[in-house]
C-alpha cells in the first residue's frame, strides 16, 4: 500500500487527473489507493470490467486531453487485454500510462496462476517499460528510499508518455509486481505534495485543447511540424533539425491525413497550394479546401500533374491518395509523425517540419483545382419547402407543394443523408468520432469544410474500441462542466465488437454522448471491396459480411441507454439537435 500511494500519488502531483481501473485481487493496492484519491477529489476513477475497454477508455481521454490517463489492471490475460490500445496509442500518438500488477519474480515461469510473461508486452510500441521492484518496506513517512524510487520512476513515466526524447507520446507500461498479502490501510501521508519532482507536464489537463500555433520562421513566418493531434498539452517542442523549406516552382498539393490538424490548413493557406484534407484530419475547412479529391485526384490535368506532395498527418482513407503517394516520379516529402514513417514510393522524404519559402504563390495551380472543387462540391441538405406553392390560392399548387413536402419528410434515409446530418449537428464545443466502418468512408467522400473537433482511431485503423474511445473522449472534454455533446458515427459491426462499452457503473456521471448506429445488417464495407468479385454469395456472407439479427434497442436498454428508431431526415435532425442529457443509442437502418 505504501508503494502504490507513493506511484500513484506523484502521478497526482505530476498533472494526471484521471485513472481507468479495472477489478483484479493481483492490482488491489493500486485499486485502493485509486478509490482513495478519488474519495479526495484528487483523481477522477472510471472502473471498467473489461480491459479492454478500459484500456480505450483511457486512449479517447489522452487523445481529447493530451495527457496521459493511468490504466490498472490486474495480471495474466488482463494485461494482454490493452495491447490494442497500446498499439492505436503508439500509431497515433497518443499519451497512454500503463499499469499491470504482476507476480514477484519467484511465481513466474513456474506454473502460478494467472500469471504470464507481461514484461515485453508492449515493448515494440513503449515509449518506456519498466518492470519494477517488489515492494519490501514500510514507510510511515512517505520519505524513504523505496517511495522516492517510485516518485522518479512516475516522473520518468510521465516525460516519456508525453513524448520526451522520441518523436510523439505514446504508451508507457510499468508492470508492478506485489507479494501477499496484498492490500491494507491507504497511508496517512498519501497525497502530501511532492514538487521537487517536475516534469514538462504542467498543463491543466482538464483544460480545454490547446491548439498548436505555427512556429515562427525566417523563410515565411510559419513552421508546420507532425506529431500533434486536436490539441497538445504543452508548447510544440523544437525540432531537432532546421525545418525543409519548401521552395516555391513544383505543383504542390497539401495533403492531411488523421490528426494532421490545423497546421496543415495554416500551411496549404501560406503556400497557395490545394488543401486535400480528409475527413478524419481536423483540418477539413479554409479556402484552399478540395472538395471531392478522390475524382480530382484521378484527373489527369489535375492529379495527373502533381509534382510535389507535403504530407501532415496519416492518410488512410482513400487508395487514390495511395496510388499518388505510391508514385515514384512525384516528390513526396512526409512531416514525420508516431508510428512508422511514411514512405509508399520507396524515395519519400521524412522531414521534422517544413517552412515555406518566400514568393508569389502559384495562383493558376490553385485556381484549376478550386475551380474543381466548386463544381465537385455536392449539397446534401434536405431541399427547401415550396413557401410560395404552399401558400398558393391555387389549390392544385398547393396540394402538390404539400405533396413535395410530405415526400420530403418521409423519405428513407441513406448514407449520404445520415453523414450530412451528424456533420451539420456538431459545432466546435462539440467532438465527432468516426468509427472504422463504411460510414466514415463516405462522410470523406462527400461533406463539406468545417472546423470541428474530430477524432478517429486511424492509427491502425482497427475496428476496435470506438465506443470506448469516444467515451473517454466525451469524459475528457466535458470535465469541469464545459458544454458540449460527443457523437459517434459507425457501423452496426463496429458497434457490437465494443459493445461492453456501453456498460458504465451507475455512480459515475454520464457523459453526453451520442451513439449513431447505421445499421445495415452486417460488414457491407466488403461489398466494394475486391474480394465481392471473388467470392461467391455465400462465402461472402459467411466469412466478410457476417449477417446479424441483434436488437439493438434491447442492448440499449439493458446497458441504460435512451434509445431511438430514426428512418427519415427530419427524425434524425430532431434526434441529433434535441437536448442531450446523458447516453444516446440512435439506431438508423440502412440498405445493403
Not at 82 to 104: F, I, K, N
Not at 516 to 544: H, P, Q
Request: with cysteine; aromatic share 4%.
Amino acid at each position: 500500500m505504501d508503494a502504490a500511494a507513493a506511484l500513484l500519488g506523484a502521478l497526482v502531483d505530476l498533472g494526471i487527473r484521471h485513472i481507468v481501473l479495472s477489478p483484479g485481487s493481483r492490482s488491489q493496492a493500486l485499486a485502493l489507493v485509486a478509490a482513495e484519491l478519488e474519495r479526495r477529489g484528487a483523481v477522477r476513477l472510471h472502473v471498467r470490467i473489461d480491459e479492454r475497454v478500459a484500456g480505450f477508455t483511457a486512449l479517447g481521454i489522452g487523445r481529447e486531453t493530451r495527457m496521459p490517463a493511468v490504466v490498472i489492471c490486474t495480471s495474466g490475460t488482463a494485461a494482454a487485454n490493452l495491447v490494442p490500445a497500446a498499439l492505436e496509442a503508439h500509431h497515433a500518438g497518443v499519451p497512454l500510462l500503463l499499469l499491470t500488477a504482476d507476480r514477484p519474480p519467484e511465481l513466474r515461469g513456474v506454473g502460478a496462476n494467472q500469471t504470464t510473461r507481461q514484461l515485453g508486452l508492449f515493448s515494440p510500441n513503449a515509449r518506456l517499460e519498466a518492470d519494477l521492484p517488489v515492494p519490501e518496506e514500510t514507510d510511515p513517512k512517505g520519505d524513504g528510499e523505496q517511495s522516492l524510487m517510485l516518485r522518479q520512476v512516475a516522473a520518468d513515466a510521465v516525460e516519456a508518455a508525453l513524448g520526451a526524447g522520441t518523436r510523439a507520446p505514446g504508451p508507457v507500461h510499468l508492470n508492478v509486481p506485489f507479494r501477499e498479502p496484498l492490500g491494507g490501510d491507504a497511508p496517512r501521508w498519501l497525497g502530501a505534495p511532492t514538487a521537487e519532482l517536475t516534469t514538462n507536464a504542467e498543463a491543466d489537463p482538464d483544460a480545454a485543447p490547446v491548439v498548436d500555433e505555427p512556429l515562427e520562421d525566417e523563410a515565411s513566418g510559419a513552421l508546420y511540424q507532425g506529431g500533434g493531434g486536436i490539441g497538445e498539452a504543452d508548447q510544440p517542442a523544437e525540432p531537432d533539425h532546421l525545418p525543409h523549406v519548401l521552395e516555391r516552382g513544383p505543383r504542390t498539393v497539401v495533403l492531411a491525413g488523421a490528426d494532421a490538424g490545423p497546421g496543415a490548413e495554416a500551411l496549404a493557406h501560406a503556400g497557395g497550394w490545394p488543401l486535400i484534407a480528409e475527413i478524419v484530419s481536423g483540418a477539413r475547412y479554409g479556402r484552399n479546401l478540395v472538395h471531392g479529391y478522390r475524382r480530382l485526384l484521378s484527373d489527369p490535368q489535375l492529379g495527373g500533374r502533381v509534382e510535389r506532395v507535403v504530407v501532415l498527418g496519416h492518410p488512410t482513407l482513400s487508395r487514390e491518395s495511395a496510388v499518388l503517394l505510391s508514385d515514384p516520379d512525384v516528390a513526396v516529402l512526409a512531416v514525420r509523425g508516431p508510428g512508422e514513417p511514411l514512405n509508399l514510393n520507396g524515395v519519400t522524404t521524412a522531414v521534422d517540419a517544413v517552412a515555406v519559402a518566400s514568393g508569389e504563390p502559384d495562383r493558376q495551380w490553385l485556381g484549376e483545382w478550386l475551380q474543381a472543387s466548386r463544381e465537385a462540391s455536392v449539397d446534401l441538405s434536405p431541399p427547401a419547402p415550396d413557401a410560395e406553392g404552399l401558400s398558393s390560392a391555387v389549390p392544385a399548387e398547393r396540394l402538390e407543394a404539400i405533396k413535395a413536402e410530405l415526400a420530403a419528410v418521409r423519405a428513407p434515409l441513406d448514407r449520404a443523408a445520415v453523414v450530412d446530418a451528424v456533420w451539420r449537428a456538431t459545432w466546435p464545443h462539440d467532438r465527432l468520432v468516426f468509427g472504422s466502418s463504411r460510414l466514415v468512408r463516405v462522410a470523406d467522400d462527400l461533406l463539406g469544410g468545417k472546423k470541428v473537433p474530430v477524432h478517429a482511431n486511424r492509427g491502425l485503423a482497427g475496428i476496435d474500441g470506438t465506443v470506448a474511445t469516444a467515451t473517454g473522449i466525451a469524459i475528457g472534454s466535458q470535465a469541469g462542466g464545459r458544454p458540449g455533446v460527443t457523437r459517434v458515427l459507425l457501423g452496426d459491426l463496429a458497434l457490437l465488437h465494443d459493445v461492453g462499452a456501453l456498460l458504465l457503473p451507475p455512480v459515475e456521471d454520464e457523459p453526453r454522448i451520442q451513439v449513431v448506429v447505421g445499421n445495415d445488417g452486417g460488414g457491407t464495407i466488403f461489398d466494394d471491396l475486391e474480394v465481392a468479385a471473388v467470392a461467391s454469395a455465400e462465402a461472402m456472407d459467411r466469412v466478410l459480411y457476417t449477417p446479424h439479427t441483434t436488437r439493438f434497442e434491447h442492448l440499449a436498454l439493458a446497458y441504460g441507454w435512451e434509445y431511438q428508431h430514426v428512418t427519415t431526415r427530419a427524425a434524425l435532425d430532431q434526434a441529433l439537435t434535441s437536448p442531450v442529457g446523458g447516453r444516446q443509442l440512435i439506431e438508423v437502418p440502412l440498405s445493403r
